[in-house]
């Protein structure tokens, strides 16, 4: 199979076909920074995260941007309620975000743009639309894009446009459907609003330069993102699926009319976060941000926390909504703490194995590498190999299936299960160990859950534990289950978790 994917242009599952084969152009609108990201902004780079990794896993070569959206409504009223510069204002929350991702293991695109660094690039674009009658300059300095000029307006949305366009323009970048008009590309300076804030773009009105004083539209940003960073196409654009109408429509409208070209060729849209079924909105109130929810399970480690939420996402399908509560965050977490268990008997085993290397080798007459001896340490059987080329095969038939992750993470427990049981009954040999470490590496670059830290993890246990274990186990053996348990809830208080496994039982730090 080779990688297909729903594509929101054309409503179907389509193979992926680059423009490029040695460039893959991927774009997503970024945050607006005028308050921490919440959770289901957070969602949805998740999922620009995974697909870009996947992309890479895959061995496209991927080139990603990302815009800042610093100049907007919201940055500019919310910079002035709290009476610090645009810029301040921008930076510092553009910064949280970044540190957001980071903590989730988002990786940053390759370029990160604010929008403030590109007013020449809109201008350059809005002076082309109103050379070639798309756009119009309005009474009050504003410019709008005309709708009605570009006969392919609505095809993303899915919209019949005819009859729709009325006669009005908007100029709130946030419209609903119903409300098809002219939008703005340029908003004329209003002192009253923007105080301090204005930006000049010079643009021709029939052969007489004119300056124009004011700020951009939303939508205008991301075309100027695109053309000055990849040129006028692109191969796939990312959002939220609430982006589709009026934002990626209009994008589509300035875009192609500019230079002609088909934009972008597949449009990826992610299904929202929800919260009691309602969408996780700012302007809902309805939100937690990345700290609330650290600070609601403190008793857990951030970066537990955080691995829990690639997880929780990981496993839902990345078109589809998601009612996020605290139980399924709980849930995920509990999981990784089981991957971590695998992640720290794979290690102990490993580390086992390679002091018994050093023992065997030692030993004069065992010197000689017999047949035994590359069993346990250096063979890497038919059979092995044969499970290992069939889980990836499946792992990347899953990804490449519209990027189902919630069918990969099914592989990766069933690799689980295989790496469990192969450690109890001691089949692996010390090479098939470090091969398959090497594996959970190379889908760690997908899924960026595990911590390998846990594979060297070899904590002193004080000897009196060691001593209360036994006794505990004597008196299991002796069925003193009184006793036993006695002992068991002892370790608790001490700090120490009882791990009873098939080859004997052993103490942990919890
Ligand atoms: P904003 O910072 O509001 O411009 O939004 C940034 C991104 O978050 C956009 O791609 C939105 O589509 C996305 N987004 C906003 N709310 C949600 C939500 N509840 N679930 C998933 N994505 C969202
Ligand atoms: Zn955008």
């Not at 080779?2 to 193979?15: K, P, V």
């Not at 609330?292 to 537990?304: C, G, H, P, V, W």
């Not at 069939?390 to 099914?410: P, R, V």
């Not at 098939?432 to 859950?449: G, H, M, R």
Request: aromatic share 12%; with cysteine.
């Amino acid at each position: 199979m080779s990688l297909q994917f729903y594509n929101t242009l054309t409503r179907e599952i389509e193979r992926f076909k680059p423009l490029k084969q040695d460039e893959v152009k991927v774009y997503y609108c970024g945050p607006t920074p005028y308050n921490y990201a919440h959770i289901g902004n957070l969602r949805n780079y998740l999922m620009d995260d995974i697909i870009v990794r996947t992309l890479r896993f895959l061995g496209y070569k991927v080139k990603t941007v990302m815009n800042v959206t610093d100049i907007d409504d919201k940055t500019i009223r919310d910079s002035q309620k709290s009476e610090k510069s645009l810029k301040d204002f921008t930076e510092f929350y553009t910064r949280e975000f970044l540190d957001d991702c980071k903590k989730l293991g988002i990786l940053p695109a390759d370029t990160i743009a604010p929008i403030s660094t590109l007013i020449p690039d809109m201008g350059m674009i809005i002076d082309g639309l109103i050379k070639k009658w798309y756009a119009y300059l309005a009474e009050d300095g504003s410019v709008y894009y005309s709708v009605s000029k570009f006969k392919k307006y609505g095809q993303l949305a899915h919209l019949d446009i005819k009859g729709m366009i009325s006669s009005v323009r908007i100029d709130n970048d946030e419209y609903d459907k119903e409300q098809v008009a002219d939008f703005a590309l340029w908003k004329a300076y209003d002192r009253e609003s923007d105080g301090e804030n204005f930006w000049e773009i010079e643009v021709t009105i029939e052969w007489e330069k004119k300056i124009l004083k004011g700020r951009p539209g939303w939508h205008i940003e991301c075309s100027a993102c695109n053309m000055k960073f990849f040129g006028p196409q692109i191969d796939i654009h990312m959002g939220g699926c609430d982006l589709v109408f009026p934002h990626h429509q209009n994008e589509i409208a300035q875009s192609e009319a500019y230079s002609g070209k088909q934009f972008s060729k597949y449009w990826m849209h992610g299904g929202h976060l929800l919260v009691d079924n309602k969408k996780m909105a700012k302007s809902a109130n309805n939100f937690y941000t990345l700290r609330d929810i650290f600070a609601k399970n403190s008793n857990t480690s951030e970066t537990l926390i955080a691995r829990g939420f690639r997880l929780m996402w990981l496993q839902n399908q990345y078109r589809e909504n998601f009612n996020f509560t605290q139980d399924r965050l709980q849930a995920s977490i509990n999981t990784i703490k089981w991957l971590d268990e695998m992640m720290k008997r794979l290690g102990r085993y490993k580390n086992e194995l390679i002091g018994d290397e050093v023992e065997w080798t030692e030993l004069e007459d065992l010197r000689e590498r017999t047949a035994k001896w590359r069993l346990k340490f250096h063979e890497i059987s038919r059979e092995f190999r044969d499970n290992q080329q069939a889980f990836m095969q499946e792992f990347i038939e899953k990804l490449e299936d519209d990027f189902d992750t919630l069918g990969a993470m099914a592989i990766i427990f069933e690799y689980q299960t295989y790496i469990n049981s192969g450690i109890d009954d001691e089949l692996f040999s010390l090479e098939e160990c470090k091969s398959i470490i090497d594996f959970l590496k190379t889908w760690n670059e997908v899924i960026a859950i595990f911590d390998f830290e846990l594979l060297e993890s070899n904590e002193v246990i004080p000897k009196e534990i060691i001593a209360l274990l036994a006794e505990r186990n004597e008196a299991k053996l002796n069925k003193n289950y009184t006793e036993s348990d006695r002992i068991r809830n002892e370790l608790d208080a001490l700090g120490y978790k009882i791990i009873d496994e098939k080859n004997g039982s052993r103490v942990e730090r919890k």
